[in-house]
């Protein structure tokens, strides 16, 4: 059934699937948070953000091991959910803390990207660049996405630009 709604692109039945495993869900390769992230983005992608917030919000109270932290994907939410102040809130916290994964730094960035916030898109960006590890996979697409936000301020190229070179 899982690999059926898989195949038909169906957002909404994947979403379903993947939201009644969470909640029988015991133990695997992956934890219950990922499922529960994953249930998030493809109720997201069938157009219901209200059941993807539930999703993320569940994935945060789980406390699994996750590759991207729940809040980003609960900020990116509120945006489309009309809701900036609460997103931008959730981002100051996850600042805050200074620990976030560079793929949950990447997350942010392109979400404050997507919603027109150009100058914080970029420091996301910057600082997660300066911190991954150079050459990874993250900071090659932070390195990207940094470059992108420059392009749309109309900012010369710099030194971790030329890193794409």
């Known amino acids: 059934m899982l690999e059926q709604a898989l195949l038909a692109d169906d957002h909404s039945s994947l979403a379903r699937r993947l939201d009644s495993l969470s909640q029988a869900y015991e133990s695997g390769e992956v934890s219950r948070a990922a499922v529960l992230v994953l249930a998030a983005e493809e109720w997201r992608q069938s157009g219901q953000p209200a059941r993807a917030l539930e999703c993320f919000q569940r994935a945060l109270e789980d406390g699994g091991e996750v590759s991207v932290d729940p809040r980003a994907g609960i900020a990116d939410t509120l945006f489309e959910l009309d809701r900036p102040a609460e997103a931008r809130e959730l981002i100051e916290a996850i600042a805050a803390e200074g620990d976030a994964s560079p ?28 911190a991954s590890p150079e050459g990874s996979g993250e900071h090659v697409a932070l390195l990207r996405t940094r470059y992108r936000i ?3 301020l109309g900012l010369p190229e710099d030194e971790l630009d030329a890193m794409l070179s």
């Open 103 to 130: 793929t949950t730094v990447l997350n942010i960035a392109e979400t404050l990207m997507a919603y027109g916030d150009l100058d914080a898109a970029h420091r996301w960006a910057t600082d997660g660049a300066l």
């Open 150 to 152: 420059r392009v749309d």
